[in-house]
């Protein structure tokens, strides 16, 4: 007994064949939704088990999910429901008086008796005036009317189950059909009466396959009694009702019977059934996975014994190198597209669903539903996009998908089994590697790349994600070819790189070695880039071409480059430090002084000092400050004579050291180092200012300490501003006090953190 859900396909299905309004009135309900295949499943020139396994499993669905639009169909349906099938007693040669019972009794005369079950009408009550003729229908299922056989040259591929691909304006709904290797062991097959099943996985072709094989069977030069003629049983027709339509009929016939399995599990076709509809010169047509095949061969039940009687050819879902071939030069724009990216699934998977896979893959569903799964997609099919079209290790794929952005709404690994769970009962979005592989590899299906790259919608491949494949390649044991990968960058960005994209030229310099990194850096500096400028710099300098190492430092420097001012300086410095060599050892005294304050500090103090003798002995006065700084630092006493030497001939820096100098002496004259600091002071030395400001504080003079102190904070003396803020604290003046004191605070940065020893910082052993 039929379920509601097959009942209510049935009705659909006639209904939208009588009808042409019904049908439009039906497709337009299923367009309004949202659900992938659902048009193409209900299509009115559609037949076969697949299909009606289709229409029932959408039926399921909607009835869930989208309770009104089930609503709406039920009542289509209901507009056409027939009336049961009757059996009629007509009085008369002319039909005046019809009496009917189905199921039921219905008493002549008595309408309103009870009715019971039967095949037979009662009479007994009935009163006839002229002979009575009893005619009686037994229905056995629906009988093909001769008009139903076609001749099989006018058979079309959707007929047979084939689907459409992405609609091509100008290119039919499907693409040509491409030879396949077995078409001539199926024709063979053909040509005797007979179980054919073409075996294969779900998307190998088979329905297309079948398609071009009973096609192959028209031959027009044969008269119309002996050419081949076509019938697809609609979904619950009996099969046994074809052994009525043959029966004393001549001429060749082929039954298709799309998954054959469905109709043994029905007991529709037994062995006995079989042997008398092939017996008549009918070839029964089907398909089945080999896996069932294989299985029911074995079997003992009826359905089985049907598979044990059938010749088979099987079919791969992978195609062949000569299929490909005769698919490459096929004269569609499909073809070659299928041909470059069907891959391992199959180049009649790809023609079937890949475009559905590409719809699922971009609808903004999707984007709800699994964000970080559709961006892992994308990754993977910007991966192919890069010329990346093997499978990838899985960490290889999520780093390339955080490029495009972290999304915590989803985890990595949860997107990823979205991503591969298999969708349409052939593939997910994403493709494990090869056959046998343990690794966890992925590639995107290849009908997303195909579909990406001729829609034209998909944003440019991100910088980023080149980058990130020429890092991965360059890592040991990477399954990237580095070369490869930098070839495809390189065409990929050509446009830019002309364009002089500094950007783009720094990325691939810091990715490459040698001379070829040398002219990514040029390319990237000689359009503005700072930091290609130093690190071509730097190649220069190691090269010793200063002078081409100073104009990219410079140009970089004049646009606030930190690091090249640095570099700049360094260089600059070295070149100073030659130059005054040079010209200290001509004898230059100026030159010998300021080459020994240069030394000063680098950790060569003894040489600066004989160049500080040096510059004395060329008459340069003025080194006696630095040569006395120098001494005091080493608590040499000679430091003071050097100092008084300065300071006599009115060096202000002498001064002020000399004050500081005799200081730190314990007896010294508070007098002369007061004068000393005024006279530096007033000089213009802010630390003498504040030296100064302390010592008169110390006396009470606090209106002179507070003006020094000023002095010293305009000249950016560190501790300025706190000795401001504790005398006017020790004036009373609090509130301005605070506020000095907290400058003070601002301007002291953190001590540097403590660091934390490592293991190796550890003795060894406690005696350590």
């Known amino acids: 007994m039929a379920t509601e859900l097959e009942q209510l396909r049935g009705d659909l299905v006639r209904a939208m064949r009588r009808s042409p309004d019904t049908a439009r009135r039906v497709m337009e309900v299923l367009e309004r939704l949202d659900v992938i295949g659902i048009t193409e499943a209900w299509n009115p020139k ?121 609609r091509v304006p100008g290119e039919p709904d499907v693409p040509p059909y491409v030879q396949r290797d077995r078409d001539e062991d ?79 599990d029905g007991g529709d076709l037994e062995p006995r ?251 990237a500096a000689d359009a503005g880039h700072p930091d290609a400028a130093v690190d071509l710099a730097e190649i220069l300098r190691d090269r010793a071409d200063e002078a081409g190492a100073l104009t990219y430092l410079e140009q970089a420097a004049e646009v606030g480059s930190s690091r090249a001012a640095a570099a700049l300086g360094s260089l600059l410095r070295k070149r100073a430090e030659y130059w005054l060599r040079t010209a200290a050892e001509a004898g230059d005294g100026a030159a010998a002084h300021e080459l020994g304050d240069m030394l000063v500090g680098s950790g060569h103090e003894d040489e600066a000092a004989r160049w500080y003798l040096k510059a004395l002995t060329a008459g340069h006065h003025e080194v006696a400050a630095s040569m006395g700084t120098l001494l005091n630092s080493w608590r040499d006493p000679y430091a003071e004579v050097w100092l008084r030497y300065g300071a006599a001939w009115g060096d202000l820096r002498a001064v002020a050291e000399l004050a500081f100098h005799l200081s730190c002496q314990p007896e010294h004259d508070k007098d002369e180092v007061d004068r000393l600091y005024r006279q530096a002071a007033e000089g213009g030395d802010a630390n003498a200012a504040r030296a100064l400001g302390t010592s008169l504080e110390r006396q009470g003079r606090f209106d002179e300490a507070m003006a020094l102190y000023h002095q010293a904070f305009e000249g950016d003396i560190p501790g300025a501003a706190r000795s401001i803020g504790l005398l006017l604290r020790r004036q009373g003046k609090s509130e301005e006090a605070e506020e000095w004191l907290s400058k003070a605070v601002a301007t002291i940065p953190p001590p540097p953190p403590i660091p934390t020893p490592t293991p190796t910082d550890s003795p060894d052993t406690v005696g350590e």
């Open 273 to 523: 059934l079989l042997v008398r509809l092939t017996g008549l010169g009918a070839v029964v047509l089907g398909t089945m996975s080999p896996d069932e095949y294989y299985r029911r061969r074995a079997g003992t039940g009826p359905g089985d014994k049907v598979v044990a009687a059938a010749r088979t050819v099987t079919l791969s879902r992978e195609w062949r190198t000569a299929e490909l071939e005769r698919l490459a030069v096929l004269d569609d724009p499909r073809a070659f597209p299928a041909y470059m990216w069907s891959g391992r699934e199959g180049a009649a998977s790809y023609f079937a669903v890949g475009h559905l896979l590409f719809d699922e893959w971009r609808r903004s569903g999707t984007r709800l539903e699994h964000p970080r799964g559709q961006l892992l997609v994308r990754a993977a099919v910007d991966l192919a996009r890069c010329g990346v079209t093997g499978a990838v290790p899985g960490e290889l794929l999520r780093r390339v998908q955080e490029q495009y952005g972290e999304e915590e709404r989803e985890s990595f690994e949860d997107a990823l089994a979205w991503a591969t769970a298999p969708l349409f009962g052939v593939s997910g979005l994403l493709v494990q590697g090869d056959e046998g592989d343990t690794a966890g590899t992925w590639r995107a299906y290849g009908a997303l790349v195909a579909e990406a790259l001729s829609s034209g919608d998909l944003e440019p491949v991100p910088d980023e994600v080149w980058w990130t494949l020429l890092d991965a390649a360059g890592e040991q044991d990477s399954p990237l070819v580095f070369r490869a990968v930098l070839d495809a960058a390189c065409t990929a960005l050509q446009a830019r790189i002309e364009a002089g994209d500094p950007a783009v030229a720094l990325g691939f310099a810091r990715r490459t070695e040698g001379e070829e990194r040398e002219a990514w850096l040029r390319r």
């Open 46 to 166: 559609l037949v076969g088990r697949s299909t009606a396994r289709a229409r029932l499993r959408s039926l399921e669905n909607l009835r869930t999910r989208y309770p009104r639009a089930f609503a709406e169909l039920q009542a289509i349906a209901a507009e056409h429901t027939d009336a049961p099938a009757s059996r009629s007693v007509a009085a008369g040669r002319d039909i005046g008086v019809a009496v009917t019972g189905d199921h039921n009794q219905f008493v002549i005369g008595n309408p309103g008796l009870p009715q019971t079950s039967g095949d037979h009408v009662d009479f007994r009550d009935g009163t006839f005036h002229d002979p009575v003729i009893g005619v009686q229908h037994n229905h056995y299922g629906t009988v093909p009317a001769p008009v139903e056989w076609r001749p099989v040259g006018q058979v079309e591929p959707l007929e047979f189950g084939v689907h459409r691909t992405r």
């Open 186 to 264: 199926l024709r063979a097959e053909l040509a005797h009466s007979g179980l054919v099943l073409i075996l294969g996985e779900p998307y190998a072709g088979k329905s297309y396959t079948a398609w071009h094989g009973v096609r192959s069977l028209a031959d027009p030069n044969q008269p119309a009694s002996e050419e081949h003629r076509f019938h697809a049983p609609d979904p619950g027709e009996d099969i046994r009702a074809l052994l009525a339509a043959l029966r004393g009929k001549s001429g060749k016939y082929v039954v298709w019977l799309d998954e054959l399995t469905d109709h043994l």
